[in-house]
């Protein structure tokens, strides 16, 4: 078989120059099997996704006469393959179409050289009858010294790396398996986009930090190094958004742990909780909803807050708010809809004892961030809540006026220096909402206006009539004087305590562009909000008191 070899390890030669027939390496190695080392790498396993992007990015697999073309990106936004723009393609047309990556094809094998070391390359597909995809990559290398291999996947590790530093890996185990797979990346969120009560996310952070950077406090007394966090509250309070940040400020991967998950018995999660690796955030959102009956002290007709934290006079409304938009896969509360917690829907099996060895079990994990969410924090078994399994309980309360007013200003801030406006006394009424037409007074917040530009206006035709604000548009340039001003009236105007950030920041994305619309319309979309949720909460009493 031809086989194309860089006759010199430290530049890349071209093929078609050095091409040359050698006597086939498989031949000598039952012969000679202590100089060669031999790597497999599993196409499940995260580690092969390292090599075949390394290898994908190295220059003389463009140059190899038998590859595999792919638009996999593995997770990755790097253009670096990008194809040539030989035919003039304009850039819409570029957005549309995917890199190109030469990755080894499964019919040949690879001759290279690598630090001067001779190295072969192979890829194998595994087909069965349940059609798996799965696929291995082997490379044997022509060396005693298996510091050779070490300084290969390490260059592979730094390479994946340095492409992906902006973003965290998203682990979970699909199917029946109890296997971790990697199932996306997600850009870091900074920390500074969150807007929680002063001094959350400041707790949480350091309290991390620290813990991270005690094992060995923890080794010399003898303690389990696990680190244990419960965050509970009113759904849509950003429970799942701050772990999000924190996975990104920490520099750590997220492993969701779904206990609802089909077929999911003690065995198996214990299995999953002891493969994490020793530094992660592993997550287990709404543990009071996805368990059976076992795990729960009550499974219905339950408050979603501890009473002893209630404000007395705050309006009961928790149920009625929207879970946190972040949520990983979008399970939320409504994952077993229809099924209460071990009714005769429910799939999984775990039990309370169950679930309590593996958080601190023998075979359980240690150097993990454990966080897991929860709408209905008094309704836990307090043997899951203790110390040493949820060492830190927060409380994610409904919006304050000092998050409204964040938020209001985190929408209106310009999003460059250049756009800033100098600070001078503005007239309101000389300031308009960017050109966007404004509804009167009389519009019922259930009719949504019609977003129409300016430049349709006069025109026979009929405008488009459609519902929500175009994305290209941006809010009129303001100073940061003017803005704080609207952010004071805006959080002046909002209920303490009674709406969850997610809902504010549902209402601000509907006035995207007209700040000075979405302070003259809060008051009335509150006063919808609260009548909707009167209703919706009588109709639950009805259904409840006719049961």
Not at 19 to 37: C, E, G, M, N, R
Not at 108 to 115: A, F, G, L, P, V
Not at 415 to 422: A, C, G, K, R
């Amino acid at each position: 078989m031809p086989a194309t070899l860089l006759a010199d390890p430290a530049r890349a030669i071209d093929p078609a120059q050095t091409q040359v027939t050698l006597p086939d390496q498989y031949q000598w190695k039952p012969a000679l099997p202590s100089v060669f080392i031999t790597a497999t790498f599993e196409s499940e396993d995260l580690s092969f996704e390292w090599m075949m992007f390394w290898l994908s990015s190295l220059p003389q697999f463009r140059q190899f006469r038998d590859f595999s073309v792919s638009t996999t990106n593995f997770s990755l936004d790097d253009d670096s393959l990008e194809l040539d723009d030989d035919d003039g393609m304009d850039e819409n047309m570029r957005r549309r179409t995917r890199s190109v990556r030469y990755l080894p094809s499964y019919a040949s094998s690879y001759r290279m050289w690598y630090k001067g070391r001779y190295i072969t390359i192979s890829r194998t597909k595994e087909e069965n009858r349940w059609f798996s995809h799965k696929s291995t990559l082997e490379i044997t290398i022509f060396s005693r010294d298996r510091s050779v291999l070490d300084s290969l996947i390490l260059d592979a590790r730094k390479k994946w790396l340095s492409a992906r530093s902006d973003k965290i890996d998203i682990f979970a185990s699909e199917g029946f398996s109890s296997d971790w797979n990697h199932i996306a990346s997600r850009p870091k969120r900074p920390l500074q986009s969150i807007v929680l009560d002063e001094g959350v996310k400041e707790l949480l952070l350091e309290d991390a930090r620290d813990f991270l950077k005690s094992k060995q406090w923890y080794a010399e007394r003898g303690i389990p190094f696990r680190r244990g966090y419960l965050l509970y509250g009113a759904p849509g309070s950003g429970k799942t958004s701050i772990i999000h940040s924190l996975a990104g400020e920490l520099g750590l991967d997220i492993y969701i742990i779904s206990l609802s998950k089909s077929g999911l018995d003690d065995s198996n999660l214990s299995s999953l909780i002891s493969s994490l690796p020793e530094q992660c955030i592993a997550i287990m959102e709404d543990i009071d909803a996805a368990f059976t009956h076992g795990l729960t002290r009550d499974t219905a007709g339950t408050e979603l807050e501890d009473p002893r934290h209630r404000d007395p006079s705050r309006r009961d409304r928790h149920d009625d708010q929207d879970d946190d938009p972040d949520d990983y896969e979008g399970r939320g509360r409504g994952q077993n809809q229809g099924h209460s917690p071990g009714g005769p829907g429910a799939t999984s099996r775990i039990t309370l004892s169950g679930l309590l060895n593996a958080l601190d079990g023998i075979s359980a994990q240690e150097g993990r961030l454990l966080f897991a969410t929860t709408n209905r924090y008094h309704t836990l078994d307090p043997a899951l809540t203790r110390p040493g399994r949820m060492d830190l309980h927060v409380e994610f309360r409904l919006a304050s006026r000092y998050q409204a007013r964040e938020l209001f200003k985190r929408f209106y801030v310009p999003d460059s220096p250049e756009e800033v406006v100098e600070d001078e006394d503005e007239d309101d009424a000389s300031s308009s909402d960017s050109g966007y037409v404004t509804p009167t007074k009389e519009e019922g917040f259930d009719s949504v206006p019609s977003v129409v530009p300016k430049s349709v206006v006069g025109i026979k035709e009929t405008p488009p009539n459609y519902n929500g604000t175009a994305h290209s548009a941006r809010a009129p340039k303001l100073s940061r004087k003017k803005i704080e001003r609207l952010a004071e009236q805006f959080s002046a105007r909002i209920p303490e305590r009674e709406l969850s950030m997610a809902s504010l920041q549902g209402y601000l994305m509907s006035y995207k562009i007209r700040p000075f619309q979405a302070v003259d319309d809060v008051e009335r979309w509150v006063r919808d909000t609260q009548e909707a949720q009167d209703r919706r909460a009588e109709v639950r009493a009805a259904t409840t008191k006719g049961r």
